[in-house]
């Protein structure tokens, strides 16, 4: 009874076309940009789960002008990763990404998450989705731009 009340909360409050369902688990979606100025638009997406607590984000900054993108942070709560929210949150930005017409998107590593086991499963992350590890950093050129 109590998930159902906090579904009909989430539903209410993000609307259904921004809600949807994982492992019988509903989940709410928010995008978020700011135009800094003609050349930088800052932005990014945040999950929640029916709680309304958010579990999930990533973060962005795109340059229209070089059609250069940059992934500055990503984050999936350790109680929901493996279920397909962190491609969720990578393809919606690609897609940001090809709406603005960039070619190379670009990012750095964070040294939180080298403790071992979480850096292979970082590294295995982005490649599986289609990402570039070199000195530090994550790279990608989207082909359709």
Same mark, same amino acid.
């Given at each position: 009874m109590l998930n159902k009340i906090r579904n009909n909360k989430l539903l209410k409050y993000y609307g259904a076309e921004n809600t949807f369902v994982i492992n019988n688990n509903l989940f709410a979606i928010c995008k978020y940009e700011d135009q800094i100025d003609n050349y930088t638009l800052v932005g990014g997406f945040k999950i929640y789960?029916?709680?309304?607590?958010?579990i999930a984000y990533l973060n962005f900054t795109i340059y229209p002008l070089t059609k250069t993108?940059?992934?500055?942070?990503?984050?999936?709560?350790e109680k929901y990763r493996h279920i397909g929210l962190g491609m969720m949150l990578i393809s919606l930005f690609e897609e940001r990404c090809i709406y603005y017409g960039i070619k190379d998107i670009?990012?750095?590593?964070?040294?939180?998450?080298?403790?071992? =086991?979480?850096?292979?499963?970082? %590294?295995?992350?982005?490649? $599986? =989705?289609?990402?570039?590890?070199? %000195?530090?950093?994550v790279y $990608?050129?989207?082909?359709?731009?």
């Open positions: 789960n029916n709680k309304i607590t958010q993108a940059e992934l500055s942070d990503i984050f999936i709560d670009v990012g750095k590593l964070s040294s939180v998450d080298e403790d071992g =086991n979480n850096e292979i499963a970082r %590294n295995s992350f982005y490649v $599986k =989705n289609g990402y570039t590890i070199m %000195n530090g950093k $990608k050129t989207l082909l359709n731009n």
